[in-house]
């Protein structure tokens, strides 16, 4: 089960498709828990990872799919398979980027809008964990506990590797 993601009156989770490998979505009324709908996310391993953001929900399975599925209803906007063998590490979402790592040690960055990958968002760095945007940097947790920072759009490496761990 992934972390319960609670926006526009609703709670997102992932959790494991127990019928066949994979991944499920549901989308529940925060209100009293009912089970408003939910997508079947696929994938050769029973890990997934959402964030949201403007009304949808980005969702990436252990494949590397990743798509952007509309909260209110379910239905799939748009679906990317972004490069990369491994993933395990949650997306983050920041004014119309959803940012992806994979085991290769290489973000990507995908537009919230049309699933179009913008290389010039990219940036190469160690296994991704969690992350987070602040006002004007962005920072993530890396496999090995270093956390790593850097200046979005405007660079291709994190300036800043501090160990955490």
Known sequence: MSYPLIAGGKVFVTVRNVSAFGTELYALNAADG???????????????????????????????????????????????????????????????????????????????????????????VSQLGPGFIGRSRQYVRSANDFLQSGRRHDEDVYDSVQRIG
């Open 34 to 124: 009912a089970t408003l709908w939910s997508y079947s996310l696929g994938g050769f391993s029973y890990w997934s990872a959402i964030c949201y953001e403007n009304g949808r929900v980005f969702a990436l399975n252990s494949d590397g799919l990743l798509r952007a599925i509309d909260g209110d209803n379910g239905a799939v906007i748009w679906s990317q398979q972004v490069p990369g063998l491994t993933f395990t590490s949650a997306p983050t979402v920041f004014q119309g980027v959803v940012y992806v790592g994979n085991g290769s040690g290489r973000e990507c960055a995908v537009d919230t809008s049309n699933g179009f990958r913008n290389s010039r968002n990219e940036r190469l």
